[in-house]
């Protein structure tokens, strides 16, 4: 048993010996193995065989060469940036202002963005938010190149869908933005959105995000009474949208103006949610604001009232509607020389079909309109006396606040 005890114990020890002189040589081994990957680094790259890296020689102050490594960092989100960087502009809203000693002044009411779209001889044309520039008494705008203060003609404006087109200066313009196809815009494709939040000390900031809806409808209060007036269609974007990027460019990955930033929802909590006016639908705007002043939108000639605002009772009398009639616009009034007038469209009709769309309300009657042209004709489908009605009426132009 001594004998069994004594020899492992002198084989342990042996074992023991063997192991640490295999750590010291693997130790050894790897120091070695390092500074020869370190020696060799340069000419690997040189060869190519770390692709990715570039290496750019350099003199040392002793006399020896130093390796400056550099990633190419160039991508399609880069080039995009650069096709439409410099045609985004600043827009300044000057107000008259009165101090407290009855002194009259004109100063910056606020900020937003604008994108230069198109050049037509020695002018150039902007596009950018209502919002942005209502109650100017001057507008103002700012370059990427440098040049500040260059006074802008406003063209026209359309509250409706909270755009406005400008003119300055065409010799002053270095680029021009490029329109895309709002319609072919999928959900879940990268959207960059560029322009000036917080004001222009953060000119042509840079925000990168994707599409996240392109079926979106935000309400319209045109007379600030708490009522919607009207429903916008918009793209949604998680990009990064904030107080002055408004009037901006949402761009797709090939450097094209797909929507123009709009608005965003600002609540405790809440984040990704930015919207913008599609491409598609801005630009039938842009051409009417350039070419009339207004938009030549389309009218029936009648005041609208949406029956659900009607008290119960008078569904009965007097509308005098079926029972299984839940939605619809009431005909509160009717416009003297109108079309309706014309087609023989009376007081207390109820509108509840245009064409082969249903209308639950005036906010859909308005935005079906909308869609139509001046001269266009249009099949409205009415109740009236509890019976169902149909006659087709030639629009009109209509008179835009």
Known sequence: ?????????????????????????????????????????????????????????????????????????????????????????????????????????????????????????????????NHVIEGAQKVQVSLANGKKNIDAK????????????????????????????????????????????????????????????TERTIPVDLDGDGEQDFETNVLQTDAAINPGNSGGPLVNISGQVIGINSSKIAKTGVEGLGFAIPIDDASKIIDDLIAHKSVQRPKLGITPVDLQAVPTEAWQDPLQLPADVESGVVVKDVEQFSPAEKAGLKQYDVIVQLDDQKIENSVQLRKYLFQKRVGDTVKVTFYRDGKLHSVNIVLTKRNMP
Do not use: C
Request: no cysteine; charged share 15%.
């Open 1 to 129: 048993m001594g004998y069994y005890d004594d020899s492992f114990s002198s084989q342990l020890k042996k074992e023991r010996r063997e192991g640490s002189s295999l750590v010291f040589i693997a130790f050894v081994s790897a120091i070695m193995g390092g500074l020869l990957v370190l020696m060799m680094m340069p000419t690997l790259l040189k060869s190519g065989y770390l692709p990715g890296w570039n290496v750019a020689p350099s003199s040392a102050p002793s006399g020896g060469e130093i390796a400056n490594y550099s990633v190419n960092v160039n991508s399609a989100v880069v080039d995009a940036v650069k096709k439409v960087e410099n045609a985004v502009v600043g827009v300044i809203n000057i107000q008259e202002t009165t101090n407290i000693f009855g002194q009259v002044a004109r100063g910056e009411a606020g900020t937003g963005s604008g994108i230069v779209f198109r050049k037509a001889g020695d002018k150039a044309y902007v596009v950018t938010n």
């Open 154 to 213: 406003v063209i026209g404006t359309d509250p409706w869908t909270d755009l406005a087109v400008l003119e300055i200066d065409g010799s002053k313009v270095q680029q021009v933005a490029e329109f895309g196809h709002s319609s072919a815009v999928k959900v879940g494709e990268p959207a960059i959105a560029i322009g000036n939040p917080l004001g222009m000390t953060f000119s042509r900031t840079v925000t990168q995000g994707i599409i996240s809806s």
